[in-house]
Nanobody, 120 residues
Framework: QVRLVESGGGLVQPGGSLRLSCAASGRIFSINAMGWYRQAPGKQRELVATITSGGSTNYVDSMKGRFIISRDNAKNTAYLQRNTLKPEDTAVYYC??????????????WGQGTQVTVSS
């Protein structure tokens, strides 16, 4: 019932920008941390950034200054902004979230991913 859906990916030229969205829907009591990951072809999935329910952010060191993670709690949505995209940013981008849907524990949910291709 709980679902995460990423959107906003596509084909862009180097130097372009994108803002990805991750919307949570279903029976949701509360959402704690949300995060963005990416997986390039032939490589392992890697963490990009996380954001708490209060808006505190954490970035992987290599991602600092290149990505901006944000969220709108009223919309149950997280965002990932990237300006000056590079070819090495090409990957499938996934979001995840720790969601309490009425049980005593939070569970981690994943979206299906959105493709970002940076090429001239």
């Amino acid at each position: 019932q709980v679902r995460l859906v990423e959107s906003g990916g596509g084909l862009v030229q180097p130097g372009g920008s994108l803002r990805l969205s991750c919307a949570a829907s279903g029976r949701i009591f509360s959402i704690n941390a949300m995060g963005w990951y990416r997986q390039a072809p032939g490589k392992q999935r890697e963490l990009v950034a996380t954001i708490t329910s209060g808006g505190s952010t954490n970035y992987v060191d290599s991602m600092k200054g290149r990505f901006i993670i944000s969220r709108d709690n009223a919309k149950n949505t997280a965002y990932l902004q990237r300006n000056t995209l590079k070819p090495e940013d090409t990957a499938v981008y996934y979001c995840n979230a720790d969601i309490n849907s009425g049980s005593i524990r939070f569970m981690e949910y994943w979206g299906q991913g959105t493709q970002v291709t940076v090429s001239s």
